[in-house]
């Protein structure tokens, strides 16, 4: 696009993404913005003020070269700086005084967005930059939504449930993806993250991996059949965990008399079996593979299911091609607050056949995080680099809270193997026994 229209975009994708954080703030009263709803989160009210700081840190100051707005808060929201658990302790910005920063900063960077060139440096080449301020911006927004399932209280968000596909009870239980080399990761993405890149050719041999993901009904089953009493089923970290925090279903389950019912952003509902799980942790997820006879993916095998089109030899930009998300695709961006049922999206589908590989759950691989051959860390190390080794499980797909500014097919997330906040389930996959073909 030009650059006038790639003004235009950027401008549109901040005033987006800006209304969504309005909308996560201004749904409740200022003691429940300061009020800390779990040791695991930040208040909601240092979640906003962050977005405005590190927009101010790399657009006002950075690229646009300008005077510090707030210089005296600048450790106050550094992530690094002070756990989540201790944030509320900090001298941090009320209610007013946070909106008001970030609304100052906000009209900064719409000012520097008329009249900064938008090229002839890595940082803002395509607007690299700006991308990054959106994404950052709507990753907070998903965490602040994984904040308010965490809180108590009457239901402060709607949406409309999401879709449901005509032929989901024919489709097959699993898909298989040929062997042989595909590209992995991105060289041209321009709003791409570091750890996304670069493209480099990887050799996977032949697998078969669920159509859909996970659904509690199948998750029910397990939990039926002992798999939260079999040590044999979970590693011995898996199992230690599982133990240590008396692990029985997924978070927000419980039980009731002879059914189950789970909690979602303050409503109490029976579990819908034809749903995906959610909130089970990586080690939940494998315990789950093991007892199914399969296994969680690698990080490889998922990119080459959901973007690998064996009739051209090219890797897409989705698993339905290159356009863009649309409300068809995928269950992004908040638009629904839960997952849609299992096989919705046929418009979303992979040529492998899978389906709702983009949104609904994050899902869990077998794989470290770990950088790509070749990997530099761009703009900072603090983003991807930091991270990398065996203390992180890479998650892909994005869920039903992640914005499609911040998900792709080669969007990597990643999180401690513990984790059970965040929107997270998981397919199966496993190797074709000798002979199997299909």
Known sequence: MGVEQLRAHVAGELARTRRRSAVLTDSVDDEDLIKQHSPL???????LAHVGSQEEL???????????????????YDAFKHCRKDRPELPLLGPAEAREYVGTVRDKVFDLL?????????????????????????????????????????????????PVAADAESLPPEVLVPGGPFLMGTSTEPWALDNERPAHQVEVDAFFIDTTPVSNGDFLHFIDDGGYDRAELWSSEGWAYRCRAELRAPRFWERDGDRWLRRRFGHVEPVPAREPVVHVSFHEAQAYATWAGKR??????????????????????????????????????????QPAALGAYPAGAAPCGARQLIGD???????????????????????????????????????????????????RNWDYPIRRQIFAGFRCARTPRAGETR
Not at 66 to 72: F, H, L, N, S, V
């Open 296 to 337: 969680l993916p690698t990080e490889q095998e998922w990119e080459k299911a959901a973007r690998f089109d064996p009739r051209s030899g090219r890797s897409r930009r989705y698993p339905w091609g290159d356009d863009e998300p649309s409300p068809e695709h995928a269950n992004l961006g908040q638009r629904h607050l």
């Open 41 to 47: 989160m930040s208040p909601l009210v240092w979640d």
């Open 114 to 162: 008329d009249r900064v060139r938008l090229d002839g440096r890595r940082l803002v080449d395509q607007a690299f930059a700006f991308g990054m301020i959106v994404q950052h911006e709507q990753q907070h927004d998903e965490t602040m939504l994984a904040t308010h399932q965490l809180r108590t209280g009457a239901p402060v968000l709607t949406a409309d449930p999401p």
């Open 361 to 411: 759950v994050w899902e869990w691989t077998a794989t470290d995080f770990l950088p790509y051959p070749g990997f530099s860390a761009f703009p900072y190390r603090e983003y991807s680099e930091v991270f990398f080794g065996p203390d992180y499980k890479v998650l892909r797909g994005g869920s039903f809270g992640t914005d499609a500014a911040a998900c792709r097919g080669t969007f």
């Open 58 to 76: 790399w657009l006002v100051r950075d690229v646009g070269g300008a005077p510090a707005i707030r210089p005296d808060i600048d450790d106050l």
